[in-house]
């Protein structure tokens, strides 16, 4: 079952991708929060605190306090539009489907034009997005590693808006890149692909799902050209020891957590060439998967900020330590 969470630091951006994709996000239009430790406070801040507009669309809604801030925000007269899944995740988002309905949000079901909608997206009054990789789930907060970042770049937010109005009337639309934004099913696996092909150093990788052969083959010719490769992951079941001892025998470092240890790695990160001028960082809602990467909607971003990417090499640096090696 996927996981959601969120922890805060300060975040900027500059350039992503190299040639594939180029940012223009001011310094102080991003900012960076990391679960489990933060909380979704600065989530709940931005709801409470909406003056005119919420846009939230969203995977998994089984949050009561996100519920019925939202419940709040439109009693208090703000337009607040939801969109939830669907196609996978129906019967977990039937309850907030119908409370957020019955409290004055106009919520819809996503598109079934998408094979999921995966996308964790929440923006407030059309200046202000939220990019999350975990859900709004608060069964999972305590436990789940995932970040979020705080956009208030006008072009990611104006793009933002323009696929959210088009999904919630289930309109085609390809959306726009806005200054740094990776979208599924239009580019994700694209710009993904072309960011590990970018690293000449290192790279960190965390990601819940390990199923799409072009990122293992990214992954293991990174190693084999010299690149320092790390893969953090939850090992569910096994379920990805043969793409494991493929990266590990291409000389990949994977290191995994048990399906019941106390941290789950839920984030969709990368780190690339850490400490160089040329270093970069995604976070997003994509899986590496076929479906998570050119069927799914789904929502990410890559930045090249010195301090956010140092707040995300520093935890996943400490994520690849605390588990243990895959032999």
Do not use: C
């Amino acid at each position: 079952m996927p996981r959601s969470y969120l922890l805060a630091v300060p975040l900027v951006a500059s350039m992503a991708l190299g040639s594939t994709v180029a940012s223009a996000v001011p310094s102080a239009s991003v900012s960076l929060v990391t679960e489990p430790t933060d909380g979704y406070s600065a989530v709940y801040s931005l709801v409470n605190g909406a003056q005119r507009s919420i846009d939230l669309t969203m995977y998994e809604l089984t949050d009561t306090t996100a519920e019925t801030d939202l419940g709040n925000a439109a009693a208090r007269g703000v337009a607040v539009r939801v969109i939830l899944d669907v196609n996978r995740e129906k019967s977990k988002n039937q309850a907030g489907f119908t409370y957020l309905s019955s409290h004055g949000v106009q919520v819809v079901w996503a598109d079934t034009a998408y094979a999921a909608t995966h996308q964790k997206t929440l923006t407030v009054d059309g200046t202000t997005s939220v990019i999350m990789t975990g859900n709004l789930t608060s069964q999972y907060y305590a436990t789940s590693r995932d970040f979020a970042v705080i956009d208030t770049a006008p072009a990611d937010v104006s793009a933002i808006e323009q696929v959210f109005a088009a999904d919630f009337a289930h309109n085609a639309v390809t959306p726009g890149d806005g200054a740094d934004l990776v979208w599924s099913p239009t580019d994700s696996q694209t710009k993904l692909l072309a960011l590990i092909s970018s690293a000449r150093s290192t790279l960190q990788v965390e990601n819940e799902e390990m199923g799409l052969a072009s990122v293992v083959t990214a992954l293991e010719d990174a190693a084999k050209r010299g690149v320092r490769v790390q893969v953090i992951m939850t090992n569910t079941a096994d379920q990805y020891a043969s793409q494991f001892d493929a990266l590990t025998a291409a000389g990949v470092q994977v290191s995994t957590y048990a399906a019941d240890a106390s941290l789950y790695i839920h984030a969709k990160a990368i780190v690339a060439d850490y400490g160089s001028p040329s270093a970069q960082v995604f976070l997003g809602s994509e899986n590496f998967s076929s479906y998570s990467l050119t069927k799914n909607r789904e929502l990410g971003l890559v930045v090249s900020d010195p301090a956010v990417l140092t707040s995300v090499h520093d935890t996943l640096a400490g994520d690849f330590t605390g588990g243990t090696p895959w032999s």
